[in-house]
Structure formats: C-alpha cells, structure tokens
C-alpha cells in the first residue's frame, strides 16, 4: 500500500485524487501503524518550512527508518525542501537532513527582470539523470511550480531534473529509492500523472 503522510501541512485531497485518475489506490494515514506498515510513503507539503518540520516531530524517525530499510519514497513541494539540511524559511530549524544542503529563497532583483516571486505556473524540465525511474519516458516537458524557495544540495549528483527561474533551480532530485519534485505532477497534467504512475512501477 502506497500511503500519504497526513501531518497537516499538504494538500492531501490533490495529491491523492492524482493517484486515482492512475487507478492507483492509496492510504492517507496519520497513524504510526499504518506508516511503518506502508509499502511506499509519499509526503506532499504547502505552507512554512518549520511549521512542517514541527508537524512531522511523530514522524521523522519512521521517515527515516522507511528510507533506510530500501521502501520507495516520493516528497512533493514542500515535501521535497524537507528532506534537506535546513532552509532560509526558518532559521535554527532542522530539516530531515536526508540530503545535505540548504534551501534558499529567490533572489528579489528577478522582480527587476519581470519574473515574480513565488515562482508559480508552468516550466518546463531539463533532464540531467535519464536513469531516474520517475522520469522514465519524461523529456523537456512543462510542469506545475509554486514556491519562493528551492533547494540547493550540496551532492549535485542527485539532480535529476532543473527548470531555469533566474537561477538552475532542482526539480527533481533522486537518490536510490527517494524521489521528490519541486512541482506538483499531480497538477501538471498528463505527463504528471505519468511520473506517479513511474512511482507506482518502484513499489514491489
């Protein structure tokens, strides 16, 4: 069972109305029971980077215990800044640290180049790790974005995909069983539901 962590920062009902449109049926849980039993977790995220974090204090050890027992995991968003070292968002808050790095804000003077903050609306990809199972069959193709902040990891190898915004900005990143999107391919239309569609085919 693919279950989606409810811990009261994400937009739950999109996230998994996006699974169904693939008939892909899953669980949107609180329960400890339920997340340390999931096959796959998917953890989607809207809002401050520390009112997350402060929301997932039940839930980071079982995060990282799903992690490293080798399960599929897909971060959203939000979901995505999270796993990171910490974020300009909220000083002196720790992030899941799953990956080292930081996430940072754009740069105001894009304002000064017509480009608005946040980023939102539709961008379009540049794939840099064709392996990476969830952009199986995915090119330069538009995806959904909203947000002011994006990731910067230390280990660029993880990147699997950047969009241009005044900056490479990570849309992707990936590393062994973890996937995570700066976008929302639950919002992005066809080729989105292809890549949760990709993410159901990494679930034994």
């Known amino acids: 069972m693919i279950t989606i962590i409810d811990y009261g920062s994400g937009n739950l009902k999109s996230i998994r109305n996006g699974f169904s449109h693939i008939g892909v049926e899953v669980k949107v849980s609180r329960d400890i029971c339920d997340l340390e039993n999931a096959d796959a977790l998917v953890l989607p995220g809207v809002g401050a980077f520390g009112n997350a974090m402060m929301n997932l204090l039940p839930y980071q050890q079982i995060i990282r215990e799903h992690i490293n027992d080798g399960k599929p995991f897909l971060g959203v968003c939000l979901g995505l800044q999270v796993l990171f070292t910490k974020s300009q968002e909220s000083e002196g808050i720790k992030g899941l640290n799953i990956f080292e790095g930081e996430v940072v804000h754009f740069n105001e003077s894009l304002k000064e180049y017509g480009m608005k903050i946040p ?22 193709d538009y995806m959904y974005f909203v947000h002011s902040y994006y990731v910067q990891p230390e280990d660029e190898t993880v990147i699997a995909a950047t969009v241009d915004y005044g900056a490479e900005v990570p849309a992707v990143v990936y590393q062994d069983q973890i996937y995570a999107t700066q976008f929302h391919p639950e919002k992005s239309g066809e080729i989105g539901l292809r890549i949760l569609n990709n993410f159901v085919k990494t679930v034994p």
């Open 119 to 140: 980023h939102m609306g539709w961008n379009n990809l540049q794939i840099k790790k064709t392996a990476c199972p969830i952009l199986n069959g995915i090119g330069n």
